[in-house]
């Protein structure tokens, strides 16, 4: 009897034996696979570990955008490009700065050419906009833009005085006919509604305009130019850099045309 108790207790110990070593291994193996997972796939697990401080404020688009964001190097570009930007967080938000820029570039800081003012000023003009008068004929203009220093900053209070010819390339000497003057808003913005000048001997289309700017500045004589007409016509005064810009008409067809004038700080 005692061996009969003696050999499946035996037996008994040993499958204990056998299975004792056999579950701790299995657990040991688990924890060796994480290890070697991690040491195995560094780049993985590194990418989540690198990004996730910074991103953990964006909650769920650091979860929704981890892979474009690492491979979108822009991302790190841009914050590099624009850092006094709102650098941190999202990449769309530096789009927006690329969209400011251009306006800065906009202007730049070229003083306009002084051209002479011809025989043909004729101060203490009326204060108006528009220099159209009733049963004028001509080609409608409207002529838009600035005034800026050379820092680019508008001028308030500026005061410009416009002349030219009628729709036949006169001038009035007598009386105010085609001038007129008017001041630039509180963002440097002025507007004129004229009509287009007509070329005259020796000369082709253009406006007479001078610039007072506030605090003393120096008095800016020139001229405008209409793209696509006043350099079409030989005009040893002419130059190609005083050209306004042209613009898409306005809502009643009119053709408009713009330019900046930029003068000394
Ligand atoms: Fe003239």
Known sequence: MAR???IPFTLFMLLLAACAPSSSPTLTSETQGVAQQS?????STAVPATHTPPESTNTSQAADMPLPEATETPTAEATATSPPVLSPTQGPTDTPSATVTPEVIACDATLTPAQTEGPFYTPNTPERASLVEV???GTPLLVTGQVLNQNCEPIAGAKLDFWQTDDNGEYD?????????????ENGNYALETILPSRYPGRTPHIHVKVFAPNGREVLTTQVYFPGISDQIPDGVFRPDLLARDLPPDESGRRHIAFDFVVSN
């Open 39 to 43: 040491s195995n796939t560094p780049i």
């Open 4 to 6: 009969r108790l003696i």
């Open 173 to 185: 000497n007598v009386g105010y006919r085609m001038r007129g003057h008017q001041f630039t808003d």
């Open 135 to 137: 049963g004028m004929g």
